[in-house]
Nanobody
Framework: QVQLVESGGGLVQTGGSLRLSCAAS????????MAWFSQAPGKQRELVAA???????NYADSVKGRFTISRDNAKNTMYLQMNSLKPEDTAVYSC??????????????????WGQGTQVTVSS
């Protein structure tokens, strides 16, 4: 019922910047917490940054001061501004979102959905 689509990944040199977007669509009444995760080859998925519907944020220590998470609630879209990129930032970046929608009979449906991921590659 709710889909997330990421965009903005690509190949960039060390020190460069990228801006990722995560757009939600479908039957949505409200999106609560949203987050970005990364998964490098051979490693577990890790939390990069998260943001509440009110705009409160938290970041992994490895990206503090370099990455900025934000969201536009009117557009149901979340962003990740990535600056001063390093080769170790290379990974597939995925977003997730906690959502609520109401059925035709007024019943609330609460869930979490994931995007398909976008590749970020930082060359040295």
């Amino acid at each position: 019922q709710v889909q997330l689509v990421e965009s903005g990944g690509g190949l960039v040199q060390t020190g460069g910047s990228l801006r990722l977007s995560c757009a939600a669509s479908g039957r949505i009444s409200r999106i609560n917490d949203m987050a970005w995760f990364s998964q490098a080859p051979g490693k577990q998925r890790e939390l990069v940054a998260a943001i509440t519907s009110g705009g409160s944020t938290n970041y992994a220590d490895s990206v503090k001061g370099r990455f900025t998470i934000s969201r536009d609630n009117a557009k149901n879209t979340m962003y990740l501004q990535m600056n001063s990129l390093k080769p170790e930032d290379t990974a597939v970046y995925s977003c997730n979102a906690d959502y609520i929608y109401y059925t035709d009979t007024g019943e609330p449906v609460v869930g979490r959905t994931w995007g398909q991921g976008t590749q970020v590659t930082v060359s040295s």
